[in-house]
């Protein structure tokens, strides 16, 4: 059982190194033929809405657009602004657990744990899942309400579509970062679950201090965005010890590697 045990996880691994390779191939296509399929959705929506003045019409569609564009943008600026050759920040976590070793660029991308695979090649399909699920949450929750609507509607559209279209930039360039080994990954992730949160607050408070909101809206709206903080708490109760504990997260972006007895 053992050796099946230890024959299946190195099989697994395998796979899982070549996951990295394949999304740096077809990342961008796969953000293209997303907002594609995003704009095309869109369209439904906004057809299956009232009907709107040529304004407000304008309005959404661009809102429509920018959100499709987002993941595209983020993961456009990140790759090609950074990559996993930037320095080492001069400030860095200490180690909590256990005794590590420096090591020099070369030396830690030449260890056998550098680079995205295993567990990290599971974050990366999961943030990119991230996006895709955030964004037709919205299109599916929020009705298309454009200028010359009621206030708390274009409100309500405009705030939420800011928040989808600002977090999938984000975590598309938290995405590129770690595809691409970048020193700062660790502190993008925590600065992306820190923004998400401190959004759906600043949405909850504006909305819920607006005039006329209806019942009916603010009761699922407020679960909605209570789901959000709900999911951003999970992924970082599950990926923040990783992050800090993990040799694999250590060797790749911080360039150190547990040290061996009499070290």
């Not at 990295?20 to 961008?28: D, I, N, V």
């Not at 299956?48 to 019409?57: I, K, Q, V, Y």
Request: proline share 7%; net charge positive.
């Amino acid at each position: 059982m053992r050796g099946f045990w230890n024959r299946y996880c190195r099989s697994l691994h395998r796979r899982s190194a070549r996951i990295a390779p394949a999304l740096s191939r077809l990342t961008t296509a796969l953000c293209i033929g997303w907002a594609g399929l995003f704009l095309m959705a869109a369209a439904f929506r906004v057809i299956a809405s009232p009907a709107m003045l040529p304004g407000a019409l304008a309005q959404v569609i661009a809102v429509y657009t920018a959100i499709a564009l987002a993941p595209l943008a983020g993961y456009t600026v990140a790759s090609r602004g950074f990559s996993g050759s930037l320095p080492q920040l001069t400030l860095r976590l200490p180690p909590i657990i256990g005794r590590w070793r420096t090591l020099r660029a070369d030396d830690a991308r030449q260890h056998p744990l550098f680079g995205p695979a295993g567990f990290m090649a599971s974050l990366l399909v999961g943030l990119l899942l991230n996006v895709v699920l955030r964004s037709l949450e919205f299109l599916l929750a929020i009705p298309a309400i454009g200028a010359g609507g009621p206030q708390w509607g274009e409100a309500l559209f405009l705030l939420m579509a800011a928040d989808v279209g600002l977090m999938a930039f984000v975590y598309m360039v938290c995405f590129a970062f770690a595809l691409r080994n970048v020193p700062l990954f660790p502190r993008m992730l925590l600065f992306a679950w820190v923004l998400d949160v401190f959004l759906q607050l600043f949405i909850a408070h504006r909305l819920g201090a607006m005039p006329g909101l209806p019942a009916d809206v603010a009761a699922p709206l407020a679960v909605l965005l209570d789901g959000n903080i709900k999911k951003v708490l999970i992924s970082a109760f599950v990926w923040l010890p990783w992050l800090i504990l993990s040799v694999r997260a250590n060797v790749t972006f911080r360039h150190r590697a547990p040290a061996t007895a009499g070290e």
